[in-house]
T-cell receptor, first 116, second 113 residues
Framework: DAGITQSPRHKVTETGTPVTLRCHQT?????MYWYRQDPGHGLRLIHY???????DKGEVSDGYSVSRSKTEDFLLTLESATSSQTSVYFC???????????????FGPGTRLTVL | DQQVKQNSPSLSVQEGRISILNCDYT??????FLWYKKYPAEGPTFLIS?????DKNEDGRFTVFLNKSAKHLSLHIVPSQPGDSAVYFC????????????FGGGTRLMVKP
């Protein structure tokens, strides 16, 4: 199993409060990703990182920001949580180096976030 | 507009029989396809993948078929086992710089003993 941990695993918060989710990897992989999973939508990419301090937006980035100050940590922040951000959040990592048809992403255990 | 679709939300199969999960895509730039398996309260687990230069890839009981002209892929599980009961997601990548994956909505497979 890929060495990926997420914290917290569960969180309940109130609308308008800031929330930060953490993803930590021990694989030294370059690429890290944040997805959210909602019924009927599968997993949708929020943001991803291709190196320390290098990040880019995904499909559903509004209302989220990310930071990566170390290779092993990728943080997802909800500046002011809303009920529509109630979801399960998954972090993924990839060793993709250069070019090619693609590389496999490995997922963490997830964080269930409820915004009341 | 969903670029990757799994039109069957659920599938029920008898133990020992074949399970066939289907996935359709619309983006002709997709060149790498993956299947993930997900149990409740766990993260998705990589199962099998296929590059667009192939039309079949096999790994034990799992085989993925790719029909590029139809923009369709399928996952065959033979024989199906009760432990295969899970949600299966197909995903596709266009070989972009970020290797971003686009996921289908998932199919819940139930294998009955």
């Amino acid at each position: 199993d890929a060495g990926i941990t997420q914290s917290p695993r569960h969180k309940v918060t109130e609308t308008g409060t800031p929330v930060t989710l953490r993803c930590h990897q021990t694989e030294n992989h370059r690429y890290m990703y944040w997805y959210r999973q909602d019924p009927g939508h599968g997993l949708r990419l929020i943001h991803y990182s291709y190196g320390v301090k290098d990040t880019d937006k995904g499909e559903v980035s509004d209302g989220y920001s990310v930071s990566r100050s170390k290779t092993e940590d990728f943080l997802l922040t909800l500046e002011s949580a809303t009920s529509s951000q109630t979801s399960v959040y998954f972090c993924a990592i990839s060793a993709r180096t250069s070019g090619g048809a693609g590389d496999t992403q490995y997922f963490g255990p997830g964080t269930r976030l409820t915004v009341l | 507009d969903q670029q990757v679709k799994q039109n069957s939300p659920s599938l029920s199969v008898q133990e020992g029989r074949i399970s066939i999960l289907n996935c359709d895509y619309t983006n002709s730039m997709f060149d790498y396809f993956l299947w993930y398996k997900k149990y409740p309260a766990e993260g998705p687990t990589f199962l099998i993948s296929i590059s667009s230069i192939k039309d079949k890839n096999e790994d034990g009981r799992f085989t993925v078929f790719l029909n590029k002209s139809a923009k369709h892929l399928s996952l065959h599980i033979v024989p199906s086992q009760p432990g295969d009961s899970a949600v299966y997601f197909c995903a596709a990548s266009a070989g972009n710089a970020g290797n971003m994956l686009t996921f289908g909505g998932g199919t819940r497979l139930m294998v009955k003993p």
